[in-house]
């Protein structure tokens, strides 16, 4: 079956360092892919999505590239802040049979960003 | 907006009585709302998909008669653990997305229910 594999962390940083979060994936077919944040207290919020091989999404600067040769979605940041401490969960996306998809999680990455 | 909520937020029972968490989409219809149960350091698993006005569709390994989801109208759906054990301790996250079908829909999450059977 389709899985996700994610460093699991937990991640530490000082502000304003770089962030990498690996995220390989193993589908069948053609899955879109998904970087969900959960902030302390609060649900899954979207961060970013690709949907086909070479997409780049990106958001509140993070960027993670749909990588088909290598299938992989990284999640990158040049710069952290304290405000971006979070979990961080890699997904895909796939039809589940007729008209549902579901999702399927990667364990999750706790980053933590120090002042 | 795309607001869903879960209640009650954390709940604790005795072996043998039932639980029933809800999720509410708060601000739009949700046709599907989907169940799941995330262990300490796992994934979260899906437990289950529900179209409103139709059964949900159980994933493999989930025992529908021991985790009962209604989904009776476009801004409520019910999962009712029934004869809770401590094994059935965890915490419970729903999600709703608004048109079944787009598999680029983004899922909205409530914010979970930590389920502590003793």
């Known amino acids: 079956g389709n899985s996700v594999t994610q460093m699991e962390g937990p991640v530490t940083l000082s502000e304003e360092a770089f962030l990498t979060i690996n995220c390989t994936y193993t589908?069948?077919?053609?899955?879109?892919l998904f970087w969900y944040v959960q902030y302390p207290g609060e649900g899954l919020q979207l961060l970013l999505k690709a949907t086909k091989a070479d997409d780049k999404g990106s958001n509140k600067g993070f960027e993670a590239t749909y990588r088909k040769e290598t299938t992989s979605f990284h999640l990158e940041k040049g710069s952290v802040q304290v405000s971006d401490s979070a979990v961080y969960f890699c997904?895909?996306?796939?039809?589940?049979?007729?008209?549902?998809?579901?999702?399927?999680f990667g364990k999750g990455t706790l980053l933590t960003v120090n002042p | 907006g795309a607001v869903v909520s879960q209640h009650p937020s954390r709940v604790i029972c005795k072996s043998g009585t039932s639980v029933k968490i809800e999720c509410r989409s708060l601000?739009?219809?949700?046709?599907?709302m989907f169940w799941y149960r995330q262990f300490p350091k796992k994934s979260l698993m899906l437990m289950a998909t529900s179209n409103e006005g139709s059964k949900a569709t159980y994933e493999q390994g989930v025992e529908k008669d021991k985790f009962l989801i209604n989904h009776a109208s476009l801004t409520l759906s019910t999962l009712t653990v029934t004869s809770a054990h401590p094994e059935d301790s965890s915490f419970y996250i729903c999600?709703?997305?608004?048109?079944?079908?787009?598999?680029?829909?983004?899922?909205?999450f409530g914010p979970g229910t930590r389920l502590t059977v003793l």
């Open positions: 999600s709703a997305s608004r048109v079944a079908g787009n598999p680029y829909n983004e899922q909205f």
């Open positions: 997904a895909l996306s796939e039809n589940s049979g007729g008209s549902n998809y579901k999702l399927t």
């Open positions: 601000d739009f219809q949700a046709t599907t």
């Open positions: 589908a069948t077919g053609y899955p879109s």
